[in-house]
């Protein structure tokens, strides 16, 4: 009897597969499963969360945590026109918006949880006239109306859920403070029905629309002075402002609304109330006024 | 943003060092079995009688690990199902290399070939994480050593 | 080629000794089979999807391990041995090895 050990040929018990041509299939098939996961659950989470009691979504938010800078004359001001633009929308029984002010220069406003609309001074500040801040108003409180904030924050986290639970790290906090600022991320969609619904609101108010086209050329004038960089939600969102603009117009025509017509200016105090609130926001946290209501 | 980035890194550092260390891992291991060919390692449990041996356990281990590219491409695999190529190598070499050793074990002490050759699996630090790249491969025999004949 | 997990088999010779002859091959089963057998875990009973993948798999190494042994110049493979780990989360590797041999 013979003992011995031939050589063995390489390579049976292993695959000559490049490891990198099968990361591309499997991390292209993994990604077009999760996108397509995330998107089916996104869509029943957001059309769930839509039916969620606006009651319930205002309890979501705590109150204390968004505070606002403007000065009892702005806060005023501010609330009787979201309140007569809430009026032109036919808010439903029950749905309130709550504007807040911050002064803090940043160029934005959104809408987030419970009605509560965030108008920042830098935007604020370099709108021309009234026709123009009622536009954004309407824009934001629109947003509250289609319930798009839970939806949206609905959707984020049923995609964070799936792509979690795929991934192996199921972040559950979605729901936290943080998720109330991070998951605004509306639809195109969503966009442009926020868009329609506030030209009707302005054009009701006002008879034209005249302003309402001049919001999102001082927001295209923005983009193009900031060089494009971070960009804040409001006109990060999908449908970019020139597309934005053509829709408008182009709705305006088909309803025959007057595209040009006299703007409403804004209250002439409304400079000093910028100062005003410029200046509460320079005042650290703890030593602000909490303002009673 | 960044946990993407660092993903990314952490893939590209995986696999440029994983195929590195593999493919020495491999010229070594082949150089190697060229040069214990003469000790062959046998699977039967009757060793030849004549001449006469004396006899000894011979044994050797490996752990090896595996990089976080393979690991990660394991992961997507599970998934989908199928062969899980990326830990083939792996395997294939921890056995190898065990093999190797115990071969060489076999030399130090004199032998001429190695019977009843035995392997054992362990995948070890299981429950850390939800994926594991870590296993053990023991090679075990019994080294058949020439005695002077009496 | 005759494969067995005896070392002798009555009546036949071995010529020759080549030394051990391996087969080996990782498998997964996809997510949703996971998710059966994790709700199969609740009931009890046969995991048919893990049946099927460990049979597969055994198939395919033990061929790989067959493979080995006509690379080396065998004709049988005696004293087969399977063993079967898990390498990782859901993914199980069969191994199979035995010791090449030219009968007579």
């Known amino acids: 009897m013979k003992y011995r050990n031939p050589q063995i040929p390489e390579g049976i018990n292993t695959s000559d597969r490049h490891p990198l041509k099968e990361f591309a299939t499997l991390a292209g098939g993994a990604v077009l499963l999760i996108v397509a996961l995330g998107w089916l659950m996104g869509q029943v989470a957001g059309s769930l969360a839509g039916l969620l009691p606006f009651e319930k979504e205002m309890a979501l938010v705590p109150k204390e945590l968004l505070s606002s800078d403007a000065g009892p004359e702005l806060q005023a001001y501010l609330d009787r026109l979201a309140a007569r633009l809430g009026q032109d929308m036919d808010l439903p029984e029950g749905m309130q918006v709550r504007v807040h002010f911050s002064g803090n220069d940043t160029f934005n406003a959104f809408a987030t949880l419970g009605g509560n609309i965030l108008l920042f001074r830098g935007l604020v500040e370099a709108l021309p006239h009234e026709n123009a801040l009622s536009m954004l108003l309407a824009h934001e409180i629109a947003h509250v109306l289609h319930r798009d904030p839970i939806v949206g924050i609905g959707r984020g986290a049923a995609i964070r859920l799936v792509t979690g639970l795929l991934l192996g790290s199921p972040d559950l906090a979605v729901l936290g403070s943080a998720g109330i600022y991070t998951q605004l991320h509306y639809s195109r969609g969503m966009e442009r029905a926020a868009d329609a619904a506030a030209l009707r609101a302005v054009h009701q108010r006002y008879g034209h629309i005249g302003g309402a086209a001049e919001l999102f050329n001082i927001l295209r004038a923005e983009r193009e002075r900031s060089g494009g960089g971070e960009m804040p939600a409001f006109f990060s969102s999908h449908p970019l402002d020139l597309d934005r603009l053509q829709t408008i117009t182009a709705t305006a025509r088909q309803q025959g609304w007057h595209e040009n017509g006299q703007a409403t200016p804004l209250p002439a105090a409304f400079n000093d109330w910028m100062q005003d609130a410029a200046g509460r926001a320079a005042i650290p946290e703890g030593q602000r006024q909490v303002r009673s209501d | 943003m960044y946990d993407l980035l660092l993903l990314l890194v952490l893939l590209a550092l995986g696999y440029g060092f994983g195929q590195y260390a593999e493919r020495r891992h491999y010229r070594s291991i082949v150089e190697r079995e060229a040069r214990l060919n003469a000790l062959p390692a046998i699977a039967s449990r009757y060793p030849p009688a004549e001449p006469h041996y004396q006899h000894a356990l011979v044994t050797g281990s490996t752990v090896v690990s595996v990089d976080y590219f393979k690991r990660f491409l394991a992961a997507l695999r599970n998934l989908f199902g199928g062969r899980v190529t990326s830990y083939e190598s792996l395997l294939d070499r921890a056995r190898r290399e065990s093999l190797l050793r115990m071969k060489q074990q076999a030399r130090t002490l004199g032998a001429v070939m190695v019977f009843n050759v035995k392997y054992e699996t362990a995948s070890i630090s299981k429950g850390a994480g939800k994926t594991i790249g870590s296993v053990e491969v023991l090679a075990y025999g019994t080294a058949l050593i020439p005695t002077p004949s009496r | ?104």
Do not use: C, W
């Open chain 3, 1 to 104: 080629m005759l494969i067995s997990n005896m070392e002798l088999l009555p009546g036949r010779r071995v010529v020759e000794h080549l030394g051990l002859v391996q087969g080996s091959s990782v498998r997964a089963k996809h997510v949703g089979r996971d998710i059966m057998a994790g709700l199969k875990n609740i009931f009890g009973g046969e995991l048919k999807g893990y049946t099927e993948l460990l049979q597969e798999s055994r198939e395919e190494a033990m061929l790989r391990m067959q493979q080995q042994a006509e690379a080396v110049g065998a004709n049988a493979i005696l004293n087969v041995r399977f063993s079967t780990s898990s390498v990782a989360q859901g993914a199980a590797e069969i191994y199979v090895y035995g010791t090449a041999v030219v009968l007579e």
